[in-house]
């Protein structure tokens, strides 16, 4: 199987030893989105809702990047800065995988990179 390294200025550009994401097959699995300019690379919002926004566009931008839609997603992890934020978020994420929400995981009570209130991996099918 080969494995190709996915890239795309529609999203973040990797701020460590990492890549957006790598193909696998018919497999995406792509790193973890935190609320950044594409652009920039500035932290967008300052609030989990305005933040949530920002991480969905990224995410769906390396789907989009890879021939995907958000209906193909099979798992996602959902890190939360405070779990106390998971209903707002959780409103800003059903926006954007809508009726075929993917098997979803959703950890709270952490520091993440950048100061950032929410990160989002996905796991996408490409078939």
């Known amino acids: 199987m080969s494995v190709k390294v996915l890239n795309t200025d529609k999203a973040p550009a990797a701020i460590g030893p990492y890549v957006q994401g790598k193909i696998a097959g018919d497999f995406l699995f792509a790193s973890g989105q935190i609320p950044l300019d594409p652009v920039s690379g500035a932290l967008v919002g300052t609030t989990v809702t305005e933040q949530a926004e920002q991480v969905m566009k990224n995410v769906l931008a390396l789907?989009?990047?890879?021939?995907?839609?958000?209906?193909?997603?099979?798992?996602?992890?959902?890190?939360?800065?405070?779990?106390?934020?998971?209903?707002?978020?959780?409103?800003?994420?059903?926006?954007?995988?809508?009726?075929?929400?993917?098997?979803?995981?959703?950890?709270?009570?952490?520091?993440?990179?950048?100061?950032?209130?929410?990160?989002?991996?996905?796991?996408?099918?490409?078939?």
């Open 63 to 127: 789907i989009e990047a890879a021939g995907a839609t958000p209906d193909k997603i099979l798992k996602s992890t959902c890190f939360l800065h405070d779990i106390a934020d998971f209903a707002a978020f959780n409103e800003v994420y059903a926006k954007y995988v809508g009726q075929a929400a993917p098997a979803r995981s959703c950890v709270g009570g952490l520091d993440l990179p950048k100061g950032a209130l929410c990160e989002v991996e996905v796991v996408v099918y490409l078939g």
